[in-house]
C-alpha cells in the first residue's frame, strides 16, 4: 500500500500546494506512481496544476459526498491529480450531518492507494472538518511552517489536532517531518524562527531542508510547471529533491 501524506498547517500562505505540486514531480522523477488530491475549497493546486477549477464537472467533491468514483486527470507532468474546486466549500457544512464522516475521504481514497506510491493530500488553511478528514485518510503529516513568529506560535493548535486524529480515529498516523518555508535568511526575525523550529519542532519529526522565500515559485504556478521545469537551476529545486528523497525512505 503506498503512503498517503497529509500536507497540512491550519495556517494560509505557507506554501502547502507549492510543496504538495513539486514533491510529487520530484517523486515521479524517481520513478514513483504519485496522485495528488486537492482538499481545498480554493482549489489552487488544481490550478497550479493547470486545470480551470470553475470548468470542472467533477471533483473531490463528489468522492466525498456522493461515493462516486476519483475523478483522476491523468499524467500532468507526471503527476495524477484529483481536482477541487468552490462546491467543496459546501461539504464543510453537508459534513457535519453526514454518515461516517471521518472517513469519507479514506473510503474514497480506498480504490487506489493500493495503485500509487504515493498520495499528497494538501489540505485547507484550517482546522475545520475537510483538515480533519484528510488527516484521517493520511498515514503520514507532512508540516509545512513559514519561518516567521507568527507561524511558530501557531504549531500548538495545528499539533493538538494531529493528537486528537491519532487518539481516536487514526491511531497510527506518523508525522512525516516539518519543512521550514518562505524563509529571508537575510532578516534576524527569519534567522532566530528557523532555529527555534529546528530546535522545537525536531522532536516531532525530520525537519527538512529549508525552502527560501523567491518569486520564482509563483511564477512558475502561473506556468502551471514545477520548480525544475520552470527554472532547473534554482537553487530550491536540489532541496525538493532531498525531501523527495527522505520521503522515499519511509516504511
Do not use: W
Not at 35 to 43: C, E, I
Not at 64 to 82: K, Q
Amino acid at each position: 500500500m503506498g503512503q498517503v501524506i497529509a500536507v497540512f498547517n491550519q495556517s494560509g500562505g505557507v506554501g502547502k500546494s507549492t510543496l504538495t505540486m513539486n514533491l510529487g514531480y520530484h517523486l515521479v522523477q524517481r520513478k514513483k506512481k504519485v496522485l495528488l488530491v486537492d482538499m481545498d475549497p480554493q482549489a489552487s493546486l488544481t490550478a497550479f496544476m493547470g486545470l480551470e477549477p470553475s470548468d470542472l464537472d467533477k471533483t473531490i467533491y463528489e468522492s466525498v459526498m456522493a461515493s462516486e468514483p476519483l475523478p483522476i486527470h491523468t499524467d500532468l507532468h507526471g503527476v495524477d491529480l484529483v481536482p477541487a474546486n468552490i462546491n467543496l466549500s459546501g461539504a464543510e457544512l453537508e459534513l457535519v450531518v453526514a454518515d461516517m464522516r471521518d472517513y469519507r475521504l479514506k473510503e474514497a481514497l480506498s480504490a487506489v492507494v493500493d495503485k500509487y506510491n504515493f498520495i499528497f493530500i494538501d489540505c485547507p488553511p484550517s482546522l475545520g472538518i475537510l483538515s480533519y478528514i484528510s488527516l484521517v485518510a493520511a498515514t503520514h503529516v507532512l508540516i509545512p511552517i513559514q519561518t516567521q513568529y507568527k507561524a511558530l506560535k501557531g504549531t500548538e493548535l495545528l499539533l493538538s489536532t494531529i493528537a486528537r486524529v491519532r487518539s481516536r480515529a487514526n491511531k497510527t498516523l506518523s508525522v512525516a517531518g516539518v519543512v521550514p518555508t518562505m524563509h529571508e535568511a537575510r532578516t534576524v526575525q527569519g534567522v532566530m524562527s528557523l532555529q527555534s523550529i529546528q530546535e522545537q519542532l525536531a522532536k516531532i519529526g525530520t525537519v527538512f531542508p529549508t525552502i527560501p522565500r523567491s518569486v520564482s515559485f509563483a511564477d512558475a504556478s502561473q506556468e502551471h510547471l514545477p520548480l525544475a521545469l520552470y527554472s532547473p537551476k534554482h537553487p530550491a529545486v536540489p532541496l525538493f529533491n532531498q525531501i523527495a528523497r527522505s520521503l522515499e525512505k519511509m516504511s
